[in-house]
């Protein structure tokens, strides 16, 4: 099966940092890659998400980049705010048919 | 957007009884949800796939006996947990997976058991 991992586990920037968390993925069957947010005592809040047909996808201050040879994609927050502050999961699907299988989780902290 | 609705967000119950828990997408059907159980500070952890009037399929070391399962319709999974103990407290979460063009995966506000 799928297997995920996750880097770094903890992670700390101060206000106006970037922060870059990184994920690697086994099964080359995988094509569908989603990001999550997951604030304390709360289910996860998908925050993007980037399929195997492009290498880059943008949404304001957040960033997913897929390096299918490699297996491995990254998430990268800029000008980081303190309410970024929780702590992100990436996962692994494909196509939708199966579950998805998630990584270890990172926990950001934003220092103001 | 899609949304989904977990319930209850918290329960404590007491060692030996069971414990329903739902999970309802409200805007979309779904053919599939997947419930996850979470503990204090871990990622999630899929515990079985649930499928629209067919028997959910369980993950290795989930005892399906004790995590029933029931998906009577297209938008309403539910998960039993039968004889609860000390050891099943934790965080648990739904997902479904949207029957769209644009499939994607969408997670409840998720159920915190507590087993006295």
């Known amino acids: 099966g799928e297997n995920v991992e996750q880097h770094p586990s903890t992670l700390s920037v101060q206000e106006g940092d970037s922060a870059v968390i990184k994920c690697t993925y086994s099964?080359?069957?995988?094509?569908?890659f989603p990001w999550y947010k997951q604030e304390l005592g709360k289910g996860p809040q998908l925050i993007i998400d980037?399929?195997?047909?492009?290498g880059e996808k943008k949404d304001q201050r957040i960033a997913v980049t897929l390096n299918k040879t490699a297996k491995h994609f990254s998430l990268h927050i800029t000008e980081t705010q303190p309410e970024d502050s929780a702590v992100y999961f990436c996962?692994?699907?494909?196509?939708?048919?199966?579950?998805?299988?998630f990584g270890s989780g990172t926990r950001l902290q934003v220092q103001p | 957007g899609a949304v989904v609705s977990q319930h209850p967000s918290r329960v404590i119950c007491k060692s030996g009884t069971s414990v329903k828990i739902e999970c309802r997408s409200l805007?979309?059907?779904?053919?599939?949800m997947f419930w996850y159980r979470q503990f204090p500070k871990q990622s999630l952890m899929l515990m079985a796939t649930s499928n629209e009037g067919s028997k959910a399929t369980y993950e290795q070391g989930v005892e399906k006996d004790k995590f029933l399962i029931n998906h009577a319709s297209l938008t309403l999974s539910t998960l039993t947990v039968t004889s609860a103990h000390p050891e099943d407290s934790s965080f648990y979460i739904c997902?479904?997976?949207?029957?769209?063009?644009?499939?994607?995966?969408?997670f409840g506000s998720g159920t915190r058991l507590t087993v006295v």
């Open positions: 099964d080359s069957a995988s094509n569908y």
């Open positions: 805007d979309f059907q779904a053919t599939t």
């Open positions: 997902s479904a997976r949207n029957d769209g063009i644009n499939y994607g995966y969408t």
């Open positions: 996962a692994a699907s494909d196509t939708g048919r199966r579950a998805l299988t």
């Open positions: 980037i399929r195997s047909n492009v």
